[in-house]
């Protein structure tokens, strides 16, 4: 079955930086049916909220206009295991960040990804800016 690992999640002062990884194991990727993965965090009593998505096959990238420029999201060769690159990290970061995956994927909703269009999902990793 499809796992997701996620690691990297702590605690950074405001102006820091912090390394996402989540690793994908349980399924074969195809590049001709495609899988999206992406990150969400979400606050309690929140919705779960798209920050960063990848399209493995083509590599278009979403990022919410809260982090562009701040965060990257890439992958390694393998398209098992995404990261994110989180920089200048601010208070409002502060959330549990999850890893998601799709697959098949030939893309995701607009203007945004929802949290509907991924069909796994890792255990979530704090990430804590104070």
């Known amino acids: 079955h499809v796992q997701l690992v996620e690691s990297g999640g702590g605690s950074v002062q405001p102006g820091g930086q912090l390394k996402l990884s989540c690793v994908s194991s349980g399924y074969v990727y195809n590049s001709w049916s495609g899988s999206c993965m992406a990150w969400f965090r979400q606050l309690p009593g929140k919705e779960r909220e798209a920050v960063a998505s990848?399209?493995?096959?083509?590599?278009?990238?979403y990022y919410a206009d809260s982090v562009q420029g701040r965060f990257t999201i890439s992958q390694n060769n393998a398209k098992d295991t995404v990261y994110l690159q989180m920089e200048s990290l601010k208070f409002e970061d502060t959330a549990v960040y999850y890893c998601a995956l799709a697959v098949p994927c030939m893309g995701w909703s607009m203007p945004a990804p929802k949290a509907s269009d991924f069909g796994y999902w890792g255990q979530g990793t704090q990430v804590t800016v104070s």
């Open positions: 990848i399209f493995s096959a083509g590599g278009s990238t």
